[in-house]
């Protein structure tokens, strides 16, 4: 119980922290003219974040917090997305938000992961969605918010996200 009381209130703080982070990232881009994209989907993938940390509360609770047979492999792949996610957060800077936001003019950022990757930020997401569930033995919840995840993601969020990023591929960037 010790491990699951650490891991989730480190999500849940690290959840917060990023809504914190966001707002002022989004703060930040519209004083400088960002445009926020596909803005209907936001409070859906809120609510499922929501229910995937109240469904995986519950259920580990009902199976008493038992660990799954392997759980440190698990954990370290855990814990490696979330080293991922802090990558992801420092080679975006101040452009990384919650919401599909574009600032015209700026260059696509092309370090980090982004050397590599299209998305790698839900790529972390999805093994978040995925593992922490199965470490404890939450597999109702692994497989619904996994599949309710990926259903978001590939047919709504990168959709929004690529079309916002290709209708500024033209515009020349700004001058430093």
């Known amino acids: 119980m010790i491990l699951f009381v650490i891991l989730y209130l480190w999500v849940i703080t690290q959840r917060c922290f990023e809504l914190w982070l966001a707002r002022k990232n989004e703060a930040w881009m519209k004083a400088r003219g960002g445009v926020e994209h596909g803005s209907g989907h936001y409070p859906w993938m809120v609510v499922m974040h929501s229910a995937f940390l109240l469904s995986l509360l519950f259920e580990a609770y009902f199976n008493a917090f038992a660990l799954m047979p392997g759980w440190p492999v698990l954990l370290i792949l855990f814990l490696g997305a979330q080293g991922l996610r802090a990558w992801v957060m420092g080679s975006l800077g101040r452009f990384w938000n919650l919401k599909v936001m574009i600032l015209p003019g700026e260059n696509m950022i092309k370090r980090g992961p982004y050397r590599w990757l ?10 978040e969605i995925l593992l922490l569930p199965l470490i404890f033995q939450a597999y109702v919840t692994a497989v619904v918010f996994t599949i309710a995840n990926a259903c978001i993601l590939f047919f709504v969020r990168i959709p929004v996200e690529e079309r916002a990023l290709n209708g500024y591929r033209h515009v020349e960037p700004r001058e430093k």
């Open 118 to 127: 299209k998305h790698p930020n839900y790529l972390v997401v999805m093994t």
